[in-house]
């Protein structure tokens, strides 16, 4: 039986070997390819980090076939040493032929590599910037212009003729990109620069936006010399426009708009903020980077455009310096100050944070009256999980295995780290230190090189060990190319004190190989590579985009050949080629797996495709300055985190909340929003032209925030009353300016402060929610307690207020012990819903927050007995919930908005996150100290570590430094390594296993399916929610906005929502509508949201905290029906036979109440 068992061993380990994949790219030894370039620089008392923090900004790489044999060959910039040529000799074996074609780079210091054919004579040239040292001269570009190719040694010999062609700088720049910006045909020329002076870059001062900036950009247009034969450029810089002072590092020029006109994207490093040159298409340009993203990364490096999610618009990715890993992130960074961003709003520089940012278009927007304008972005490097990728400097997208979709590549590594905040302490704290023992002292960032496969869905998943990029670096400048003429994409990059790193792309070598197919462009005289082409190819399941330009990631020019990786596709369909000059020509049915040449043909046709200026499919209207609504929200700025120092976010800042319905017995909705000190409510009145008039409710004076509304008959008389809950952050613990507030309508909108029928409640509250309870035919309330204030995460008491009112005196008594006593420690809530779970024909409630699930009381008779259920364990950071029948089945399910997944902290139920409190040192003020999951050290493994860095705690708990006197001690602490210093008795500690937006599906029985929305919806946080069958397509479709704007600065406001419709199918599934088709287009800090009968149709109204308040009205006829106030649901019977519930409240979702009303068709 020996044999046998070993047979079946070796089989199975056979088997086992052959089911490991290999690695998808190899390290080719430079033995192999005979490439030996490196960028070293060694460090002395003179050239060091210390004196000059650009030492190790690394050089660029360019690629082109510079003696046209079909090959692509590599040319590589150098700090100190001298640029290298080298020619691909084929098999990937490459000769070094720099002193032979003459590109030493002269003994500049080059950065950027740009490859262009600038005299449009077949033959690649090379740009260089020269940077640094202070000789002007030294300063001075180069161009490497190729006078031709020696036919037997194939070597290509160029001479340097920048003065020759105009181009004359003598500042620091880093980068050239070749464009043609004013569509006369050829290519004109963007310099980036980037230099340093004795203003410290983060110093807060007036923009310089009028050209005189030292580090300004250069932008030299191209003017054709007939003398000469060859274009001489002119510098046109202030004429155009180009007058923001920067500290620029990356480049990437795109038609971001899609008006047939270039568009310039800058990161800039620093403090100075990104520019995004918007062409004016009369020669000039327009800085609108505020206009087109709601924030960008503060240190921004190299950037990339193109499409990751095959939608046919282009995106924007960019680096910075925010490490994975807990230890770099706590030896890099300190706290940031909330004042920092005030400041930085003052002085009129963008939002900025300190990551990676992956800014995704989603499509034209509509301002009023349809019109379209500027596409709008969502910023989503979190949940794309690319928001950490450490000091990165090249940010790449290309498709590294040909599935159709592109991945990204990224470039890390500084020799020293002027950030070790060890280091900056010991610097700090010595006086006579040499230089040289600076220098040693500060310690390497070397670590790998990241690659990210895009798995289609906008993430992404890090592939840095399983495709063989796992090879700890000094690196800068990428790029890809073809150079064995497989069909896949190999990377070259140029590394500092290291050889140079040549990446082969093993993809050929698989089992199921992946198609592909590789577009050269031929254009006309002036453009002969047609460098500005943008390309459509459409083809079975899909369809791509790009814009054909060799300029990508850092300082780098890749093959100027379009790569398209196409998985199974075997055909293209069509290739649609919009031309540089306007014409568009259409090539059909080509087969896959080829490189093929598209040339600009003179039958190519004009493009005749006209932008569309105003929308007429979009379902909604935004018609807000027609109405009379001119609501701006404006509230005090309380700096909660000068109290409690941990909080993830303010507690201050939740209104306005917002409430409709018919105030004055018109049978009109009307519109009444909460006060917000130190504004007063506010009433509108909606006339019978549908317009609304404005009064103010100042019948008593208010001390504290309204954070909840509902509107209700209270007294019995058929009208609306209102109830204020008063909440906030501001006041301290237990004060009577936390009181609640009633006001009587007399039946014509005026209200009188009744000061005497409601129990006196004196925590902070959050919610306000309405139902007959009891079945005595009044509407009692659920009011939900919040944080205590100055002692978050400890919940205050929820109540539950019957309405005793007879005759006219109105009375609510307080029940919560008798009749939910649960509900007196059921958590931090920030909304609840009444809802008729079990369709038993009574309200139960529903009731929801931070550090809690989703709970579920249900109404046994006018007792709320809390229920065991699958939603208790879904905790969240949940902050609002409403009913609908979303699957047509006859009973009511449930959306639930949740903090999102496109944030800095993340929760899993393997790996929650966890709030842990206690008043730690003794000395009377109440501690929180919140945890997530995360990598120890790069690629180590994953635990639990404190939020935040050794200073911030140390503000609240002094103790800190004495248990971790130095950062690395600290950094190098998990949390329960950090929680053994402290007493624990009496700790609170909670837990958030999720952090998605979700519909829950109603089995029945108080059992429950949930499923999480789309990932549009996980964008940001969702505090509005609106449901109703917007589209008549007898499905309810559902309507969210949100944002949270007052994050830890720390960790940055969370913006990416611009409101979201999603239209249901009735079976439970849910498609975002893009804004052109929705009309919805809410980009602020969002809260409340409403609806309501309106002229005709719906208006969905949306209230913005510190922003405008925005009308959209439903384009298409509905009639619609009031509902009576004891009327709280029907059946309504579907044409497909299904019966759809409904049901009507006082209150639905965050700080909201939407009128009571159905639709008639």
Known sequence: MRLPLLLLFALLLFSACAKKEKPLFVAVPSAQSGITFNNEIIENSQMNMVNYQYLYNGGGVGIGDFNNDNLPDIYFTASIASNRLYINRGNLKFEDVTEKAGVDGSKKWSRGATVVDINNDGLLDIYVCAAAWQSAELKKDMLYVNTGVDPVTKIPSFKERAAEYGLIDTVSTHMANFFDYDNDGDLDVYLVVNDLNQEFPNNFRKIKNDGSGFTNDILFRNDWNDTLKHPVFTNVTKEAGILWEGNGLGISVLDINRDGWKDIYISNDYLSGNILYINNKNGTFTNRNNEYFKHSSLNAMGNDAGDINNDGLLDIVEMDMMPEDNYRQKMMFNPVDYNWYQYSTQFGFPYQLVRNTLQLNQGPRLTENDTIGAPVFSEIAYLAGIANTDWSWAALLADADNDGYKDLMTTNGLPKDVTDLDFVAYRESQTATSIEELIQRQPPVQISNYIYRNNGNLTFSDQTLAWGWNIPTY?????????????????????????????????????????????????????????????????????????????????????????????????????????????????????????????????????NEVQA?????????????????????????????????????????????????????????DIIIAGSLPEPPVVYLQQSNHQFTKQLLTTTKQAADDAGICLFDADGDKDLDVYFCSGGNELPKNSVGYADRLFINNGNAVFVYDSIALPLLTNSKSCVKGADYDGDGDVDLFVGGKAVPGEYPKAETSFLLRNNSKKGVITFERVTAKVAPELTSIGMVTDAAWSDVDNDGDADLLVTGYWMGIRFFRNDKGTLVLQQTSTDALTGWWNSITAADMDNDGDMDYVAGNFGNNGYYHATEKQPMHAYSNDYDGNGRYDVLLSIWKPATLHGPVKEFPVAYRDQLADEIPSIKKFFPVYNTYANADMEKMLSNFNRENELKLTVTTLASVWIENKG?????????????????????????????????????????????????????????????????????????????????????????????????????????????????????????????????????????????????????????????
């Open 613 to 669: 200026s105003i929308a007429v499919t979009n379902l909604f209207s935004n018609i807000t300055s027609q109405t009379g609504l001119d609501f701006f929200h404006n509230e005090y700025d309380y700096v909660d985190f000068n109290t409690q120092r941990q909080l993830p976010f303010k507690l201050s800042q939740s209104g306005p909340a917002m409430a409709a319905g018919d105030l004055n017995g018109d049978g009109l909705s």
């Open 1005 to 1161: 029985k108080f059992n429950f399916e949930v499923h999480t929305l789309p990932v549009q919806a996980q964008f940001s946080s969702v505090f509005g929610m609106a449901v109703n069958d917007y589209n008549t397509d007898g499905n309810m479709d559902i309507l969210l906005t949100g944002n949270l704007y007052d994050m830890h600065p720390n960790q940055g406001r969370i913006d990416a929502s611009n409101g979201l419709l999603l239209q249901g199918d009735g079976a439970g599934n849910f498609k975002p509508l893009p804004i052109l088709q929705s009309g919805i287009l809410v980009p602020g800090n969002a809260r409340s949201l409403i609806q309501f009968p309106y002229n005709g149709s719906i208006a969905v109204v949306a209230a913005q905290n510190q922003g405008r308040l925005r009308l959209f009205h439903l384009k298409q006829t509905r009639s619609t029906a009031p509902v009576e106030i004891a009327t709280t649901n029907k059946l309504v019977q579907l044409k497909n036979g299904k019966q759809r519930k409904e049901e009507y409240y006082f209150g639905s979702s965050f700080g909201s109440q939407s009128a009571r009303f159905t639709l008639a068709n």
């Open 475 to 607: 690196s800068a400048g990428i790029a890809t190319a073809d150079f064995d003429n497989d069909g896949d994409l190999d990377v070259i990059i140029n590394n500092t004190n290291m050889e140079a790193s040549l990446l082969e792309n093993k993809l050929n070598e698989a089992q199921q190989r992946k198609n592909y197919l590789r577009i050269r462009f031929r254009g006309d005289t002036s453009n002969i590579n047609g460098i500005g082409v943008f390309v459509k190819l459409m083809y079975k399941g899909g369809e791509q985009v790009a814009e054909n330009t060799p300029y990508h990631g850092y300082m780098s020019s890749t093959e100027n050949i379009l790569h398209f990786g196409l998985d199974s596709i075997a055909k293209i369909d069509s290739i649609v080629v919009y031309w540089p000059n306007g014409k568009k020509e259409v090539v059909k049915d080509v087969v896959t797996n080829q490189t093929i040449t598209i040339s600009q043909s003179a039958n190519a046709q004009p493009d």
